[in-house]
């Protein structure tokens, strides 16, 4: 099994930037897909950032530009350092794993594995 745990959540003004991490209990192994997904009351889960098995990013176009994912050699840490902030970007932030060929970051459904979530607020 694989634990997933986030950090680097907070509060920021409206053009700031926040970094969030999310480290797996275990190596991945390289067939492994990671992502965000964000969600706020009342609405889906959707995912704003992938990176597939072999290190290729995905973005949602909401956060192209602004956000950027990546991974560490070990494939047990996916960061997300998120840059120009704006208050729609306020949400709670999951980490999620799946195993495949590459990311469906429009499905959740195929991330088998998730994180308790971190909170993102943008003022």
């Known amino acids: 099994d694989v634990q997933l745990v986030e950090s680097g959540g907070g509060s920021v003004q409206a053009g700031g930037s926040l970094t969030l991490s999310c480290t797996a209990s275990?190596?991945?192994?390289?067939?492994?897909?990671m992502a965000w997904f964000r969600q706020t009351p009342g609405k889906d889960r959707v995912g704003v950032a992938g990176?597939?098995?072999?290190?290729?990013?995905l973005y949602a176009d909401s956060v192209k530009g602004r956000f950027t994912i990546s991974q560490d050699n070990a494939k047990n840490t996916v960061i997300l350092q998120m840059n120009s902030l704006k208050p729609e970007d306020t949400a709670m932030y999951y980490c999620?794993?799946?195993?495949?060929?590459?990311?469906?970051?429009?499905?959740?459904?195929?991330?088998?594995?998730w994180g308790q979530g971190t909170q993102v607020t943008v003022s």
């Open positions: 275990r190596y991945l192994e390289p067939d492994f897909f």
């Open positions: 999620a794993a799946g195993r495949g060929w590459f990311c469906p970051l429009e499905d959740r459904s195929y991330f088998y594995y």
């Open positions: 990176i597939d098995p072999d290190g290729y990013p």
